[in-house]
């Protein structure tokens, strides 16, 4: 900020410098009538009516114009002692709202001012010597007190000004991870209702194909796709309604729905033999009490995806699923089905094509990688997890 730039902090102390105005005009009347009540042969009061008048007509602009004001207002301090008190309050206000050295600087200005005052218009009650010494250390005082002001002043705006910034950042890291949390959910939602839609394919297809297998058979497909359809069904409630609050918190959704780890995985392969899908798993994991939920949950995730793929792009041909690790070490799983004899038939089930996408990210956010690749006939999917000693 110049010297001479409009000082923006008037506009919002508008009523302080009112009253400190209507003071230093009371002070300045007071001043040029004790002067001549004093003394009545001291001068022209005409001169001192005059400069006390002017000097209120400008302590207005000292909102404004505080180091201008403040000048021309010494400058009146030369001719008559009824600018004392707006010179002083000038000098005041700069300090508060100007940098210490242009404070100063008016500071001297004032001093020499009433120097020269003193020295045209002594005053009789007080030695021309004392007078300059009272006189320094007046505007010795109002430039520290007002610089103590804006110091405070900027101090304040500052805390103020981190305060907020630390809610805005508090915030934002709230609805990042909000945002971060709705999307794991979501992810979640997305693993299961893929699986379990192909899996209600699978029987769908059956019943379609098999009219002519035994009512018990029929029944049990259709009981086994209404009971899918209904978890499904709700599934979908769920991820819905996590999505459409943004206050859920994960907390309250793990705690109704346990998230399933590596040891449901011979569940999940049942699961998938149960709909004549031929799986075979190899469990070689030597010590699975001791692999962590986080990456128990990943390598169940994976073999879901992976079983979900295979369904999808080669239905009704044998999957097999490795599982391998040991603590200290890492954790290994591979995935493995021929490739269906014509690639150009397309998917049995359609997909959104972001499976994989999702789960190499998955992977790598939990540290390992995912590797998948379709060669020699077959299609295989592989992932290294971590596993910390």
Request: aromatic content about 4%; proline content about 7%.
């Amino acid at each position: 900020m110049s010297i001479e730039e409009p000082c923006e902090e008037a506009r919002g102390g508008a009523v302080p410098l009112g009253v400190a105005i209507a003071a230093v005009a009371v002070l300045t009347a007071c001043a040029v009538w004790g002067r001549y009540a004093a003394d009545p042969g001291a001068g022209p009061p005409w001169l001192d009516i005059a400069a006390g008048a002017v000097c209120c007509a400008l302590l207005p602009a000292l909102a404004r114009w505080p180091v201008r004001g403040a000048l021309v207002l010494t400058a009146l301090a030369v001719l008559s002692p009824a600018a004392t008190p707006p010179a002083t309050m000038a000098v005041l206000l700069v300090a508060q709202r100007r940098p210490f050295r242009v404070a100063a600087a008016v500071a001297v200005a004032g001093v020499a001012a009433h120097a020269a005052q003193g020295a045209w218009r002594p005053n009789g009650g007080i030695s021309f010597g004392w007078w300059l010494a009272l006189i320094t250390v007046a505007y010795g005082a109002l430039v520290g007190w007002g610089v103590l002001v804006r110091v405070r002043r900027a101090l304040v705006d500052s805390l103020r000004e981190r305060a907020l910034r630390a809610e805005a950042e508090q915030g934002r890291r709230v609805a990042e991870a909000r945002m971060a949390e709705r999307t794991r959910i979501a992810r979640e939602m997305h693993d299961v209702l893929a699986h379990r839609l192909s899996l209600l394919a699978t029987y769908a297809g059956a019943l379609e194909y098999r009219p002519d297998a035994p009512p018990e058979q029929l029944a049990r497909a259709a009981g086994v796709v209404r009971e899918g359809v209904h978890q499904a069904l709700d599934e979908l409630r769920d991820v819905i309604g996590v999505l459409r609050d943004p206050e859920n918190t994960a907390g309250d959704d793990d705690g109704e729905r346990p998230q399933p780890v590596l040891a449901d995985l011979p569940a999940l392969v049942e699961e998938t033999r149960g709909a004549g899908w031929p799986v075979r798993l190899r469990d070689e994991v030597a010590d699975p009490a001791a692999l962590p939920v986080t990456t128990g949950r990943t390598a169940y995730r994976v073999v879901q995806e992976g079983l979900t793929n295979a369904r999808k792009h080669a239905a009704g041909l044998p999957v097999e699923v490795t599982v391998a690790g040991a603590p200290g070490d890492r954790l290994e799983i591979d995935i493995r089905n021929p490739l269906p004899a014509d690639l150009a038939a397309g998917p049995a089930v359609p997909g959104t094509g972001t499976g994989l996408v999702g789960l190499t990210e998955r992977v790598r956010l939990a540290g390992g990688r995912l590797d998948h690749q379709a060669a020699g006939g077959e299609f295989r999917l592989r992932a290294w997890l971590p596993w910390s000693a």
